[in-house]
């Protein structure tokens, strides 16, 4: 175990001498706003998991293949 902790200091020296210290405190918070994201979607995405049921997926009437902004019209 006490390896392991100089191990640690060695990889936190490493850091401080490649990001500089005045930049540390904004790399932990851009650490931490992007994990609250990550987890917000991930927690959005569990409660979406069962789709809505639209017309569209219920099969009720024919899908257009066309795209927005596409002015020709297919027979």
Known sequence: M???AA???VILIIVVLLFGAPKLPALA???GQSLKIFKNEIKSNDDSDVPARTDET???GPVSSTKPGD???KP
Do not use: A, E
């Open 58 to 60: 219920m099969g009720s």
């Open 7 to 9: 191990h640690w200091w």
């Open 2 to 4: 006490g390896n392991l």
């Open 71 to 73: 002015t020709t019209s």
């Open 29 to 31: 918070r851009s650490m």
